[in-house]
């Protein structure tokens, strides 16, 4: 095939490959999520956002002293931007202020193993990760 007809079939494989691909990241991680949740325990029914709440604003005693809550960089309005205890600007956690939020998995999950890790000690659940994931998606 010459490049000049070689062109037009990739494009279209591309347009036809790209809605499969572009398939809403954010219900996957939810679904992915869920599994887990059930796998680990039978009696799962549903990620609630009022959990979803508590976990962000409760404080914990098992991680860092300068961290407690998610609140400690988040802020208290998911909608408003919060701030690190070393001064950097974190943008808005709710979806309504930063729709672009939780359309990439990995980044995700490092976030939510980092930060877990900085304030209860220990790494989330998938329950808790899509309990936390429910509050802010509804935010
Ligand atoms: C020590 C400060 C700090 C604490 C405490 C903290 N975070 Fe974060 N978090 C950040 C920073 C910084 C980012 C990355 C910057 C950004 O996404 O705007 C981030 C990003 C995230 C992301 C990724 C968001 C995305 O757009 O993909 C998730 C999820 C997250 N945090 C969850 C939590 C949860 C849950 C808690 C509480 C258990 C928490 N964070 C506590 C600082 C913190």
Request: overall charge positive.
């Amino acid at each position: 095939m010459k490049p000049t007809t070689a062109l037009p079939v990739l494009t279209l494989a591309l347009a036809m490959a790209l809605p499969v691909a572009a398939a809403s990241p954010r219900e996957d991680q939810l679904a992915a999520y869920a599994a887990a949740a059930r796998a680990a325990s039978p009696a799962f029914a549903g990620f609630s956002a009022t959990r979803g709440k508590t976990l962000h604003t409760q404080n914990f005693a098992g991680g860092k002293p300068e961290s407690p809550a998610c609140t400690s960089c988040h802020g208290n309005d998911p909608r408003g931007a919060g701030r690190t205890p070393a001064g950097k600007v974190v943008e808005a956690m709710a979806l309504s202020a930063s729709p672009a939020r939780y359309t990439d998995p990995a980044k995700v999950e490092k976030w939510f193993k980092r930060n877990c890790n900085e304030v209860l000690g220990r790494e989330c659940t998938p329950l808790e990760k899509g309990d936390w994931l429910t509050f802010m998606l509804g935010q």
